[in-house]
């Protein structure tokens, strides 16, 4: 139903209900690694070569765009409404950073936890769990069933989307360290979340050069 969810959002005509100039397409990604890059150089505290290097792979390997969708921007279960009884998607909540922009940055902003690890405080993912015994379904499941249900061949260029998601979470986790040191942290645990930066950088790196 998750999944499910997203491609129905994705498969939404953005003219037919009044939102074609809910964004600019074009360009989306360009504009998003470059607005990702300022976003973090304006809250760095620290050196992380990681994610210049990151930073600069990924503003000049940007693949083509094909097509554009309503990109929600911060997709994943915690801004999910389920239904108490059955297995579907009530409401999609949070649509702060919603514009129209490439699909696949959505998709693999909500895959993000098959790409860090299980065990570290402020960016838990999957990686060490044992999925099996969790009932939970592997990456390849998800992109299999988006695949099904957006009627897509494939994910191309899955590796550059991960690399950018975790890019783009970097940067915001740094924000969040940033206002912690100047004493404006909006929660209690800002302090030892925005130190998560440097791993996701770290990991996003990692992935790019594949």
């Known amino acids: 139903a998750f999944v499910d969810t997203l ?16 964004g600019r397409p074009a360009g989306f990604m360009e504009r998003q690694v470059r607005r990702w890059t300022g976003q973090w150089n ?9 994610i210049d290097e990151l930073a600069r792979r990924l503003a000049r390997s940007v693949p083509a765009q094909q097509r554009s ?6 997709f994943r279960i915690g801004n999910l409404m389920l239904h108490p ?12 950073l919603a514009t129209l922009g490439h699909p696949l940055s959505d998709l693999a902003y909500c ?22 015994s969790l009932g939970l379904p592997e990456e ?18 899955w590796n550059y989307y991960i690399a950018f998601s975790l890019f783009r979470l970097a940067a915001i986790v740094q924000g969040v360290y940033h206002r912690a040191l100047q004493g404006n942290a909006s929660n209690a645990d800002a302090l030892e979340v925005g130190k ?12 790019a050069q594949r």
């Open 69 to 74: 969708t309503i990109a929600h921007g911060d």
């Open 140 to 157: 390849q499941q998800l992109l299999d069933w988006y695949c099904q249900y957006t009627g897509r061949s494939g994910v191309p260029n």
């Open 111 to 132: 895959c993000l936890p098959y790409h860090m690890p299980v065990n570290v405080d402020g960016a838990k993912g999957m990686v060490g769990a044992d999925l099996k």
């Open 42 to 50: 304006a809250s760095r505290s620290h050196d992380v070569p990681e």
């Open 7 to 22: 491609a129905a959002l994705h498969a939404v005509d953005q003219d037919a209900v009044g939102l074609g100039d809910y």
């Open 85 to 96: 009884t059955e297995s579907k998607v009530v409401s999609i909540l949070d649509w702060e």
């Open 196 to 207: 998560r930066a440097s791993l996701l950088a770290e990991r996003g790196w990692e992935i």
